[in-house]
Nanobody
Framework: QVQLVESGGGLVQPGGSLRLSCAASGSFWRIPAMGWYRQAPGKQRELVARVTSGGSTNYADSVKGRFTASRDNAKNTVYLQMNSLKAEDTAVYYC??????????????WGQGTQVTVSS
């Protein structure tokens, strides 16, 4: 079984910063990609940022230049540094990982979600 445990959400004023962390634990071979999605009330879940094990990243257009995703492969952890936060960034942020338990067994896993609220 694989678990993703998130931390770092909270309440921040517009223009502020937060850093999210997500650590993977359990039995697996490797994690080719980890990332972050978010879901605001009444909206669909959307990709925020994704990082491969090689360090390649892709971002939603709405967060480019403000958010930075990074990984520590040794700790099986992905981070999301969020700067210049806006009210529209308010959402539940979910960690996601593509986890290979063997060469032929690849599955997607989700964290439990962490609330980020940007408000004055």
């Amino acid at each position: 079984q694989v678990q993703l445990v998130e931390s770092g959400g909270g309440l921040v004023q517009p223009g502020g910063s937060l850093r999210l962390s997500c650590a993977a634990s359990g039995s697996f071979w490797r994690i080719p990609a980890m990332g972050w999605y978010r879901q605001a009330p009444g909206k669909q879940r959307e990709l925020v940022a994704r990082v491969t094990s090689g360090g390649s990243t892709n971002y939603a257009d709405s967060v480019k230049g403000r958010f930075t995703a990074s990984r520590d492969n040794a700790k099986n952890t992905v981070y999301l540094q969020m700067n210049s936060l806006k009210a529209e960034d308010t959402a539940v942020y979910y960690c996601n990982a593509d986890v290979a338990r063997s060469f032929s067994d690849m599955r997607g896993y989700w964290g439990q979600g962490t609330q980020v609220t940007v408000s004055s």
